[in-house]
C-alpha cells in the first residue's frame, strides 16, 4: 500500500513542504498500526543507510535542485553509525503522539484515537505537524 507523507513544524517560518512516498506492508487498520507501520518502515531504512558506508558524497545537480527546492541542501551524512532499535523507536514515537508533540491528519481530517477505526486507502495524504512547546518564566 502507498501513501504520501507530508511534515510540517509550527515552529518554521518557511513553508517548504515535500511528500515522501512510503510503501507499508500491510493496511494499518488504527492510528497505532499505522504509526507502528511508518517508524519500522523509516527505522529499516535508516538502518540500511548506515551500511552503505560512502566515505565521500557528492551531489548531481538535480539531486541539489531537488533539495533547493524543499529548503535544505546536505549531504546526507550520519554523524551516529549505531543503528536504530526499531521497537523502540515505534514506542518513542507512540509515546510521543500521546504527549501531544504532534498530530496526525488524514486528507486534512485530525485522526484523535489511537485505537480507534482507520479506513485508508492506497494513495492516502497524511499530515504530521509537529507542536513546539512555549517556553517561559512564570514569576
Known amino acids: 500500500m502507498k ?3 507530508t511534515m510540517k513544524s509550527l515552529a ?10 512510503i510503501d507499508l506492508e500491510e493496511v494499518p487498520l488504527t492510528l497505532r498500526q499505522l504509526l507502528t507501520g511508518i517508524v519500522a ?4 531504512e535508516f538502518n540500511a543507510k548506515i551500511s552503505e558506508a560512502i566515505l565521500v ?6 539531486e541539489l535542485q531537488q533539495q533547493i527546492h524543499a529548503g535544505k541542501v546536505g549531504f546526507d551524512t550520519i ?6 532499535d526499531c521497537h523502540q523507536a515505534v514506542m ?15 486528507n486534512e481530517q485530525e485522526l484523535p484515537d489511537l485505537d ?6 492506497d494513495g492516502d495524504q497524511l499530515t504530521f505537524i509537529k507542536l ?7 514569576w
Do not use: C, H, S, W
Not at 57 to 62: D, I, K, W
Not at 79 to 84: A, G, L, R, V
Open 132 to 138: 513546539t512547546m512555549l517556553a517561559g518564566r512564570m
Open 57 to 62: 558524497r557528492f551531489l548531481t545537480n538535480e
Open 92 to 106: 518513542t514515537a507512540i509515546q510521543a503522539y500521546e504527549d501531544g508533540l504532534f498530530r496526525v491528519f488524514m
Open 12 to 21: 518554521k517560518r518557511k513553508d517548504f513542504l515535500t511528500k515522501q512516498e
Open 79 to 84: 554523524y551516529n553509525e549505531e543503528p536504530t
Open 116 to 121: 480507534g477505526p482507520l479506513e485508508i486507502k
Open 3 to 5: 501513501i504520501y507523507v
Open 41 to 44: 518502515t523509516k527505522a529499516q
